[in-house]
Structures are given as structure tokens and as C-alpha cells.
């Protein structure tokens, strides 16, 4: 393909992801396939000699569309949201054309300078703590991460190495071996599974604990767990606090975890990969009170701020942490600015040596929507989900069980565990909407999140209608 026939080519594709989005409402959301059915699609080896795009795109809607859970239908209410615009679209474009795998500044200045940049605007936007920014000669500092997953690691893995260094300054006999076997992280039990996965590649023991009435972690029951484990010798040293819980966007107590976090010198990490976006809104910027106790905080804008997959942002008070617990300067790698303190080498704050240009799609999303457009989106959303819980309290069959602070409603048909699975599993049949569980204290609880960019008032009353008209049946069945 030469330059002319990617022109031609290139202007098609556009107009096929726009009439894919256009139209994406009339597919049905989740897909009527099995497992293994896309291997006896296609070759069992790659070709010879060249296929035709024309050829490509018609196995794209043959092969390829089958199987595709279509997430930014107006008809997904599962998991979160999956940010989608065009802006973002042609940043991602942008993006692969310059190619270039920024993991020094020297690597590709653009992209090291812009990303730093980006995080400083988008944590004002946020308005964290100066003490997370950048700025021009600030100790902290914001990093693109591939997603909060990582950003957990990250986090943790810094705070080990952190609090190993100080405990073998202070004794120097004291082997890491040693330390290892008696760190202790903790988190809610409400936490997401990958702050678990998180203890299990850092070699940590982790501990949950038990959240209030309203799902969330508070200050004492973290410190009853502290003072239990240092009794019997152990070491804490790393903290989760999650704003946006994923079962039920439950938000854990900042005000009280934090001053015990300061107080016995532990690492706090805050996790908001949902949340997040929503603390640009003024009325809900108070969730994020008491961010200044962390030592580091996470959320995806890739989940709700129209920035697609991956862009998860990562800000530390304190870089050197971070750095210092992962830096290695190989002298491929070495170039004359990296010790001058004007720029940093995003390599030495993430697992990977090789990075994406992801900040293009924040310059052009922050540019092309403007923080006003950014707001609106966030509060559109959280008003539907405000409507499906109007209609859910209009209805004495069903319970809501959660709190309702943002995009997701958290409910049940008041009954069995499996009436609700029943229930579930009908709508999930249907395919007109798609829905996933949790369990909130040993109950069967659906989840209905509102996600998709083009979600209206008419997919989320449409979705009720369903929602009822198939508990009904379910509840005649159930009589029978």
C-alpha cells in the first residue's frame, strides 16, 4: 500500500467506523457465539500472497463482528464505561503514524513533554494538591499508565522498595528476605481483584477490611487491623483507598484512612478508576477530599472522559519514589538531558521500557471538548442514572442497594439470590441489553451502569420497560 492507496483506503476505514457507530444501535449488543468459533473462519496459516482491503473489510463485518460485544452501544449497562470519541479516534491515528516508542525524552521529546504537561492540566482540572503536579520544578508529577492494574503495581512496588531501604538503613543487617515475609498491604473488601493480584506479584501479604453499612473502609477498622498485625510482628506498610468501588461505586473514608496512613508511615494509594472523571465537577469534587493524605492516586479517562483505551492517569507527591525503586540506565538507553532535572524519562515510572504517544488523544480531547463539554458529558450521565433509579422506587417489587452518587444503580428484585440470577439471566438471553452482577453482603445484586457516549433517556426507559416486563414473567413463572 503506497501513500495514494492509503489516502483512498484510509478515508474508507473513517467511513466505515462512522457508519459502525452511527448504526452500532441496531446491532444486537452481545454477540450469539460460542467459544472457538472464529478458528474455523479463517486459515489455519497466514497468506502467501497478498489479500485485497476490500477483501479484509468484507471478513471484518463476516468474521470479526460476530463476536464483538458491542460496548459503546446505548444498549450496554454492563461493567463501566469504555471512553469513545472522535477526537480521541483521530489522536489514535495521529498516534500511529508518528510510531514513535517514547521511553526517554530523547527517544521523542513531543511525546515526553506533552504527556507531563497533559497530567499537570488534567490534574488541575481535578484540582489536585500542587504536590502532585510537575509544574516547572515540582517534586511530583503525573504518568499515562496502561491501567489502574498497573498503576496499583506500580504504586506498590514503590512503597516496598521505599519502606525496605528505610528499615535496612535503620538496621542493616536486616536482609530483604526478611522484610518480605512480614510486609503487610492493606485494602476494602470492597477493593477491586487486581490490588489482590497486585499483592500476589509483589510477594506481599495482603489484608482486606471489613467496610461499613455503606461499603466503605473507615479509619478505625483500619487501624484495629494495624495494631493486631504489628502486635504479632508484622510490618504494614501500603494502603488502598478506593473512590468508586467497582461492585457498587461505593467510596472508602479519605478523611480517616488518611491521617492513619500518615501517622504510622504507611503508603497510601487511592484508586479512582471510575470516579475520577467525575471530580472536574465542582458538586463532586468534595469525594476526592482528602487526596492530600495519598502518596499517589489513579483514575482511567479512559472510562469516563472520552479518552479510548489505554489512557489511565497516575500522579505521585513524590517522584523519586517511584524512579528510585525502578530505574536502570543501561547506556543504550543514556542520552546528555537526563540528568539536567527540566525533563524525566517515563521509562523509570512503568513496567513496560516501551510507551504509545497517548497523551495526543488527551491534548485532543481536552482541546475539542473543552472542560465545559467534559462536565456536561459527566453530568448527563449521572442524571439517566438518577432517572433508572426514579423508575426502580416507583416499583415495590424491586430494592435499590446501594447509594446512587453517580452512573451506576446498584438493584435487585426483593426475593432470593436466585430469583435474581433467574431474572439476570433472562435479560442476558434476550440480548437486547446487556447487564453483569455482583454480590453486596452475600446478595445477588445487578448492576446497571450507564456507559455508552450516545445513551439517551429513551435507551434507559426502554431498558426499564424490558427490565420489568421480564421480571414479570419471571415472577408468573415462579407461581406456576
Known amino acids: 500500500m503506497n501513500s495514494r492507496e492509503f489516502r483512498r483506503r484510509g478515508k474508507e476505514m473513517v467511513d466505515f467506523v462512522a457508519d459502525y457507530l452511527e448504526g452500532i444501535e441496531g446491532r444486537q449488543v452481545y454477540p450469539d457465539v460460542q467459544p472457538g468459533y472464529l478458528r474455523p473462519l479463517v486459515p489455519t496459516s497466514a497468506p502467501e500472497e497478498p489479500d485485497t482491503f476490500e477483501d479484509i473489510i468484507n471478513d471484518v463485518e463476516k468474521?470479526?463482528?460476530?463476536?464483538?460485544?458491542?460496548?459503546?452501544?446505548?444498549?450496554?449497562?454492563?461493567?463501566?464505561?469504555?471512553?469513545?470519541?472522535?477526537?480521541?479516534?483521530?489522536?489514535?491515528?495521529?498516534?500511529?503514524?508518528?510510531g514513535c516508542i517514547g521511553f526517554s525524552w530523547a527517544a521523542s521529546?513531543?511525546?515526553?513533554?506533552?504527556?507531563?504537561?497533559?497530567?499537570?492540566?488534567?490534574?488541575?482540572?481535578?484540582?489536585?494538591?500542587?504536590?502532585?503536579?510537575?509544574?516547572?520544578?515540582?517534586?511530583?508529577?503525573?504518568?499515562?499508565?496502561?491501567?489502574?492494574?498497573?498503576?496499583?503495581?506500580?504504586?506498590?512496588?514503590?512503597?516496598?522498595?521505599?519502606?525496605?531501604?528505610?528499615?535496612?538503613?535503620?538496621?542493616?543487617?536486616?536482609?530483604?528476605g526478611a522484610i518480605m515475609e512480614k510486609l503487610v498491604a492493606y485494602s476494602s473488601d470492597q477493593a477491586h481483584s487486581s490490588v489482590e493480584r497486585a499483592g500476589l506479584i509483589g510477594g506481599v501479604k495482603l489484608k482486606a477490611i471489613p467496610s461499613d453499612g455503606k461499603f466503605a473502609m473507615r479509619g478505625s477498622a483500619l487501624q484495629e487491623a494495624l495494631e493486631r498485625d504489628k502486635a504479632e510482628g508484622l510490618i504494614p506498610f501500603f494502603v488502598v483507598a478506593t473512590l468508586g468501588t467497582t461492585s457498587c461505586c461505593s467510596f472508602d473514608n479519605l478523611l480517616e484512612v488518611g491521617p492513619v496512613c500518615n501517622k504510622e508511615d504507611m503508603w497510601l494509594h487511592i484508586d479512582a478508576a471510575y470516579a475520577g472523571s467525575s471530580f472536574i465537577c465542582p458538586e463532586f469534587r468534595h469525594l476526592l477530599n482528602g487526596v492530600e493524605f495519598a502518596d499517589s492516586f489513579n483514575f482511567n479517562p479512559h472510562k469516563w472522559l472520552l479518552v479510548n483505551f489505554d489512557c489511565s492517569a497516575m500522579w505521585v507527591k513524590n517522584r523519586t519514589d517511584l524512579i528510585g525503586a525502578f530505574k536502570l540506565d543501561p547506556l543504550y538507553l543514556k542520552h546528555s538531558h537526563q540528568d539536567s532535572g527540566l525533563i524525566t524519562d517515563y521509562r523509570h515510572w512503568q513496567l513496560p521500557l516501551g510507551r504509545r504517544f497517548r497523551s495526543l488523544k488527551m491534548w485532543f480531547v481536552f482541546r475539542m471538548y473543552g472542560i465545559k463539554g467534559l462536565q456536561a458529558y459527566i453530568r448527563k450521565h449521572i442524571q439517566l442514572a438518577h432517572e433508572f433509579e426514579h423508575l426502580l422506587h416507583q416499583d415495590p417489587r424491586f430494592e435499590i442497594c446501594a447509594e446512587v452518587t453517580l452512573g451506576l444503580v446498584c438493584f435487585r428484585l426483593k426475593g432470593s439470590n436466585k430469583l435474581n440470577e433467574a431474572l439476570l439471566e433472562r435479560i442476558n438471553s434476550a440480548k437486547k441489553i446487556h447487564l453483569v452482577p455482583c454480590h453486596l453482603k452475600g446478595k445477588f445484586v445487578l448492576r446497571f451502569a450507564i456507559c455508552s457516549r450516545t445513551v439517551e433517556s429513551t435507551h434507559v426507559r426502554l431498558a426499564w420497560d424490558h427490565i420489568s416486563q421480564l421480571a414479570s414473567d419471571l415472577l408468573r413463572a415462579e407461581k406456576e
Open 63 to 98: 468474521i470479526i463482528m460476530p463476536g464483538v460485544t458491542h460496548w459503546h452501544s446505548p444498549n450496554f449497562f454492563a461493567y463501566f464505561p469504555s471512553a469513545n470519541s472522535y477526537p480521541a479516534l483521530l489522536a489514535d491515528m495521529l498516534c500511529g503514524a508518528i
Open 109 to 176: 521529546p513531543a511525546c515526553t513533554e506533552l504527556e507531563t504537561v497533559m497530567m499537570d492540566w488534567l490534574g488541575k482540572m481535578l484540582k489536585l494538591p500542587e504536590a502532585f503536579l510537575a509544574g516547572e520544578a515540582g517534586e511530583g508529577g503525573g504518568v499515562i499508565q496502561g491501567s489502574a492494574s498497573e498503576a496499583t503495581l506500580m504504586a506498590l512496588l514503590a512503597a516496598r522498595t521505599k519502606v525496605t531501604r528505610r528499615l535496612q538503613a535503620a538496621s542493616p543487617g536486616l536482609t530483604q
